[in-house]
Nanobody, 120 residues
Framework: VQLQASGGGLVQSGGSLRLSCTAS????????MGWYRQAPGNQRELVAA???????RYGDSVKGRFIISRDYVKKTTYLRMDSLEPEDTAVYYC???????????????WGQGTLVTVSS
């Protein structure tokens, strides 16, 4: 199983970016998909996550600015980021709970990370 993330880059403060993450491999089911981020010297924190039922959680610092969505057929999650601030600068990691065998629990997988840099 792989989670391939893309869409990071350099943007000015107030700008927007869209991240994408696609799961591939032997996948029998996907539970929650979402995004976490980690800035230098900080712990990894939740940005946004969306369950199979469509229940969404956002980190407090991104509420009202970021929107998460999923394409269940494409096994892809998207993160639309608006009104970006320098404090949003971090490596963004895709995360998903994936079942690869019948009768097994969902296992947590991480993507390789994509860097988002917001200049002031």
């Amino acid at each position: 199983v792989q989670l391939q993330a893309s869409g990071g880059g350099l943007v000015q403060s107030g700008g927007s970016l869209r991240l994408s993450c696609t799961a591939s491999g032997t996948i029998l089911g996907i539970d929650s998909m979402g995004w976490y981020r980690q800035a230098p010297g900080n712990q990894r924190e939740l940005v946004a996550a969306m369950s199979t039922e469509g229940i969404i959680r956002y980190g407090d610092s991104v509420k009202g600015r970021f929107i998460i969505s999923r394409d269940y057929v494409k096994k892809t999650t998207y993160l639309r980021m608006d009104s970006l601030e320098p404090e949003d600068t971090a490596v963004y990691y895709c995360n998903a709970g994936i079942r690869t065998r019948w009768g097994r629990d969902f296992r947590n997988y991480w993507g390789q990370g994509t860097l988002v840099t917001v200049s002031s």
